[in-house]
């Protein structure tokens, strides 16, 4: 049911030379995942189907036109399913598909280092203010 993805990741980057590019795993899951809003948006669907203006609530200053095509291009890629409900007004739900899920594991090391770091900012921020005093 839904789309069939389509996968941006047109050609794979095979005409480039190894090491470059897409032909690097860490540049791929960038192009997929990458820009201000994708790795949040994947972040709000783990393990729940949301719809478009829960979304747009979530994502403080997120754009609709810019919401629509980062999810678009989710749905492209395979990442994220859209199921569209034929009533009116209309009703659309977004969830990650199944290989969608396979990047949580990735979303929740983030999430784990940026609050690893964060504390670490506010220890070396306090070392710095005890030493000014």
């Known amino acids: ?3 069939e993805p389509v996968f941006l990741m047109e050609g ?3 005409d480039r ?3 470059n590019g897409l032909c690097c795993p ?4 960038l192009d997929v995942i990458g820009g201000k809003w994708k790795v949040l948006i994947l972040y709000h669907l783990d393990r729940e189907t949301r719809r478009f203006n829960e ?3 979530l994502l403080d200053g997120v754009t609709q036109r810019m919401l629509t095509l980062q999810l678009r291009e989710l749905e492209a890629d395979g990442i994220v399913s859209r199921k569209v ?3 009116v007004p209309p009703k659309v739900e977004y969830s990650l598909t199944e290989f969608g899920l396979t990047l949580m594991p990735v979303i929740e090391a ?3 280092w940026g609050g690893a770091y964060r504390e ?3 220890k070396q921020k306090s070392v710095k203010t005890a030493r000014e005093d």
């Open 55 to 57: 979304l747009q609530r």
């Open 26 to 29: 860490v540049r791929t899951t």
């Open 120 to 122: 670490e900012c506010l």
């Open 85 to 87: 409900y034929p009533q």
């Open 17 to 19: 030379e190894e090491g």
């Open 1 to 3: 049911m839904g789309v």
């Open 12 to 14: 794979l980057g095979m």
């Open 110 to 112: 983030m999430h784990r």
